[in-house]
């Protein structure tokens, strides 16, 4: 391993029994993790060693133990290797095909470009205008200059200067268009509620399409990794699982059109026609909303300003390797924070977590609290807060306020992550649907106690997900009192499949 190592041979996955002579299968990994990080790791065991690997996932990062024997391999050993391969490759690319983006860190457009290509797993090269020679080689041969970037350079075609999300979605053969003139189901909205949905819908065989504004997962599908998601001991990364999601819904046929956003929705007799802002249409017999929700803003002076350039709200598991070596300060005390805070870590020099409360015990899952304390690396602030984000044209340092106190003082980081709440993306429903003060759609039984009360014009009672217009569902974190938990969400966009179906079946 060390020779390959050497050699810059990387390899993809060691698989070892766990009792050899001289040493145990975890002490051998253990040993590899340390030469080669990233190499997949499948120990062969017992069932009497069952707690051994269980320890190991956290104390080595081993990615799957198996239990011996493995018969017939075609079914247990197979698909097992052949995840861990594909996770492997996913990261692990050679450069033939890749795309390109030559950009300036501190610049909005960049960074929308290449969230857009992280968050649709399509693998690029980032060169920075002010760091690699290649990047100003490269802006020459294409005739550009800095009003031009970010400059994207795709295998096929001429180079993109500063393309739009649906130019790059187009040029990268990405859907943005439905293909059919009416569907049954219409889910707005790619994230796991949405995909659970497309899934459900696809193969109980329901002409489905998805519509997303920029790519699918949503939230989750930033995160670094879901470790209380029901079958996956090691935990999952959200892009991991859109990933999976994204294929299963296209293997059952429902359709995904991207880089779209919605502006609207009619009720043309019994079809519903949701509009889009570039003036296209999808037409649908059913709806489902599952937009989720956005982090809150920062209402500290200056951070507006700044945009894209020091000030994030959320993060890809993507970003962390650009703050390697820095200071990052990451403002939440929610599960998304914890992990954000806890992918930073592995890479930052040092992580700054601002809590507004006196504990995260009620706010966080308690297996992510003490992962954050044991790191050594991430300092936590109880009862602090951000009133001010300074920089010309980036953050160059922020200003801390002691919420007890009152006490102010600067900090240096060109970092800030926020995840400070969540408000609901149903704007563009205006009073189309009954929403509560927030924006959160009232849905079921609660439409009841809407106001007004006279909104439900059917002499039926609306299904536990239907809102106030008959045939149009929520789903997941836009919902009212929903439970904003992945697995909440996912099962919410499998219960409206069914709701759907009854709907359907009343028409």
């Not at 990387?10 to 070892?16: H, I």
């Not at 002490?27 to 060693?49: C, F, G, I, N």
Request: hydrophobic content about 45%; aromatic content about 6%; overall charge negative.
């Amino acid at each position: 391993m060390a020779e390959l190592a050497l050699r810059d041979r990387p390899v993809a996955l060691l698989v070892s029994d766990q009792r050899m002579p001289g040493m145990t299968g975890i002490e051998l990994m253990a040993a590899v993790r340390e030469t080669s990080p990233d190499t997949k790791l499948l120990l062969l065991t017992a069932y009497a060693d069952t707690d051994v690997a269980i320890r190991a996932i956290n104390d080595i990062g081993l990615d799957y133990y198996m239990f011996k024997p493995w018969e017939p391999p075609e079914q247990s050993l197979y698909p097992v290797v052949d995840d861990l391969l594909a996770a492997w490759r996913q990261t692990h690319r050679d450069g033939e095909g890749t795309v390109r983006v030559v950009g300036h860190l501190w610049s909005d457009r960049s960074y929308d470009v290449r969230m857009f290509l992280a968050r649709n797993h399509i693998p690029y090269v980032w060169l920075d205008l002010e760091r690699d020679n290649e990047a100003r080689r490269l802006l020459d041969l294409a005739g550009a200059d800095v009003a031009d970037l970010p400059l994207v350079l795709l295998p096929e075609g001429g180079p993109l200067r500063s393309p739009t999300s649906v130019e790059l979605a187009e040029a990268l053969g990405l859907r943005t268009r439905a293909e059919q003139p009416l569907y049954d189901l219409c889910i707005v909205g790619g994230g796991p509620a949405g995909l659970a949905a497309a899934v459900y819908a696809a193969s109980e065989g329901l002409r489905t399409v998805v519509v997303e504004r920029d790519a699918p997962g949503g939230q989750a599908g930033q995160s670094a990794a879901i470790e209380n998601y029901l079958g996956f001991p090691k935990g999952v990364s959200g892009s991991d699982l859109t990933h999976r999601a994204v294929a299963q819904a296209a293997r059952f046929g429902a359709e995904t059109v991207l880089a779209q956003e919605v502006v609207g929705l009619e009720q043309r007799g019994p079809v519903h026609a949701v509009r889009l802002a570039d003036g296209g249409e999808v037409e649908s017999r059913a709806v489902l909303v599952a937009t989720g929700v956005s982090y809150r803003r920062l209402a500290a002076e200056g951070a507006e300003r700044l945009g894209s350039r020091g000030v994030y709200y959320g993060a890809s598991a993507a970003e962390a390797a650009q703050t390697a070596g820095q200071t990052v300060h990451v403002v939440g005390a929610a599960n998304s924070a914890g992990q954000a805070v806890l992918n930073f870590a592995k890479v930052a020099s040092r992580v700054v977590m601002l809590v507004r409360g006196d504990s995260l015990e009620a706010s966080m899952s308690q297996y992510l609290i003490a992962r954050i304390e044991s790191a050594d690396n991430v300092e936590v602030r109880y009862r602090t807060e951000v009133v001010a984000a300074h920089g010309e044209d980036h953050l160059e340092r922020v200003t801390l306020a002691d919420r007890t106190t009152g006490d102010e003082h600067d900090e240096v980081t060109n970092w800030l992550f926020v995840f400070i709440g969540a408000l609901p993306r149903t704007d563009w429903l205006d009073d189309t649907v009954v929403r509560d003060d927030k924006g959160f759609l009232v849905t079921g039984p609660d439409l009841q106690q809407a106001d007004p009360p006279d909104r439900w014009a059917l002499t039926r009672a609306p299904f536990a997900l239907e809102t106030s217009v008959p045939g149009v569902f929520a789903a997941g974190d836009v919902r009212l009192d929903s439970m904003k938990r992945v697995a909440s969400a996912v099962g919410e966009g499998a219960m409206s499949v069914y709701l759907v179906h009854r709907y359907l079946a009343s028409v």
